[in-house]
């Protein structure tokens, strides 16, 4: 599976070594940055990239990686077409794939060992969706409401 990652500094040794982990289970990994260490990097064009990128990219997920995993989760949801879940353990990690269908898990650097985070990780690229269709109803519900909401804000723009 290709995988594609994001992180701000907070995450930037934790994504290596995640990237690395993931090449050696056999998926591709796509690294969207950053590319160098610097404690004053803005996270959100990485995520979006990151983000852009899954939804162009069928099949594929993303792993967005930060201090909490909150702002590269809201980042990266920003996209349209991203379903982007913290996850913070395995339970979250799992039940974001089954119920929600997401496609980008955000993880906290700093909120779990790297074997913690690494293992949240493994638990959300393993678990399918259900296709259980309240399931996929509500993901409709939510991708109905989106792309309405962006029209509506285009037009009121235009």
């Avoid at 993303?62 to 996850?87: C, D, F, H, P, T």
């Avoid at 395995?90 to 898990?105: I, Y």
């Avoid at 700093?110 to 993901?139: C, M, N, W």
Wanted: aromatic fraction near 6%.
């Amino acid at each position: 599976m290709r995988v594609h990652v994001a992180t701000d500094h907070a995450g930037f040794d934790f994504i290596r070594d995640l990237a690395a982990h993931l090449r050696e289970a056999g998926h591709e990994v796509v690294d969207h940055g950053p590319q160098i260490y610097d404690a004053e990097d803005d996270y959100p064009a990485f995520c979006t990239a990151a983000g852009e990128a899954v939804v162009a990219d069928e099949g594929s997920l993303g792993v967005v990686v930060g201090g909490s995993g909150n702002g590269e989760q809201i980042a990266a949801n920003k996209v349209l077409g991203v379903r982007a879940a913290l996850a913070w353990n395995l339970d979250t990690a799992r039940l974001a794939r089954q119920h929600n269908d997401a496609n980008v898990v955000a993880i906290g650097a700093r909120q779990h060992s790297v074997e913690e985070a690494t293992a949240i990780v493994d638990a959300f690229l393993d678990e399918p969706f259900s296709g259980a269709e309240r399931h996929a109803r509500r993901i409709r519900q939510v991708g109905d409401y989106e792309r309405q909401a962006r029209a509506t804000a285009g037009a009121a723009g235009a």
